[in-house]
């Protein structure tokens, strides 16, 4: 089989250079790369008896660059294989990049891959890479690996495709999946250019994942939210349909004190019904949706409430499971960093089981997660007060933790609850506080080491509960994700600070308890 010279020198680089991040250095159980860059999970698919993800990845160096594909298998989504580079920007169609996109089983048993193409000879004046939508497909070779053909007919969607006002420098990133009678279906995000500037997913079908039309415009939004959506999912879940996106440059949201979203690159997701017939896709307006900062009837909401995550893609287990994975990053900031002593820069979110209760997502740390806990420890009712305090056997920065927090009885409510880890080593720590009377749950990294330019913290309204409150952290040498009174909201952020700050210590203003269960997570 022929592989082009771009994928080769890749590959060559990667077999040169074996794996930069030292496993000592590198998180444990989230998947990280082993040299270069990272950003969004692509082709998230169960085939051939494996767990497939893709991802954006530029090889030679910790900063964005002309895209390739990476490639992982698992058979637990928690420990992942290498496989070398899958495609590299190598065509026309493709040489400025190969953009994110994703993954279908055909009927005769071989993988599609359907992704952005970013054109090396079509730009506008700006500069900007014209955009199709390309495919690949899975062919066996003599010596028993798998390689990704970039099929002699791309790009497959292109301006021809689009509704009249689109943007084919601003057309990107879809997402495949079978219609009931097996025809293909995919969402790709456009901006529109007429009047009012919308940004709209366009549904496309095919008989046969190769030939496409345009179907409809699924979904349409005036500038409201962000700009341009990326990384569409749509997807059944809970008896609703699921549209997930991740608008660029949102303005900030506020909402009974408490930001809803934060300036700059958010996920959002909405819950509605999906007729296929007509493929049209109407929100539900159940009573759970909120009121937005402006009064209105919001109907989107945060996936992730903390301040790294982006692009998440969504995949089908073969029990039946939704499943969510998510670039752990904010795409903001992602450039900001040293690439000589910053080469651990770059890693996804633990995969998430997604579940709909009143028309809200629910998410979970994969089952899977839990078989790599390696031995507990317990503390029950442990009674706090200002003095901050660290028991015996909690530290660390490889964790799986589980808190209760509960309110004394009988006792004034306590004014605050804080909880600091990555602490103990030059004045770093990470700090979640809670505040029971308003419900506001705080993450704060500002004592984290991070640039200036990083968003530092982020307040958000949960449940209230009467001062009770729920969470369990996976901690993972630079990342902590919070998963807050059983996955109602999840808070994900990085810091990048030296893991001798393995501290972790709690305080309360007032009188309040808490039980902890503490998991060591090895890797396999
Ligand atoms: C989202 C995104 C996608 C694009 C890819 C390029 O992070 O901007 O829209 O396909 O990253 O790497």
Redesign the pocket.
Known sequence: MVISKELKRAREYEAEKGALVKDEERAVYHLSPRIGWL??PNGFSFYNGKYHLFY?YHPYNTF?GP?HWGHVVSDDLISWEYLPATMAPDTDYDGA?C??GSAITLDDGRQLLIY?GCSKVDLDEAGRWAQTQCVAVSSETEVGTTEYVKYEGNPVITSDHLPEGGDIYEF??PFIWRASDGTFRAVV?NANTSEGKATQLCIYKSPDGFKWEFAKVLFEDWRHIGVMW??PNFFPLGGRQILIA?PMDMETEEADGSIRFPKGNNVVYMVGDYDEATETFTLARAASHEKSGQGALATYHPVDCGLDF??PQVMETPDGRRVMIG?MQD?SIGNLHNDDDFNIFCQMTVPRELTLRNDRLIQWPVRELESYRDGNMVFASVELDDNERSLEGISGRVLDLEIELEPKDGAELYKSFSMKFASGCEDLYTELRYIPERSILTIDRSNSGQPDNYTKRRSIRVRNRGGALSLRILLDRWSAEVFINGGEQVMSTTFYTPLAADGITFSADGSAAIDITKYTITGK
Do not use: I, L, V
């Open positions: 950003n969004d954006q964005w895209m990049g953009f994110s952005t990107r990133d995000a990326e990384c991740s982006y692009a670039w795409p």
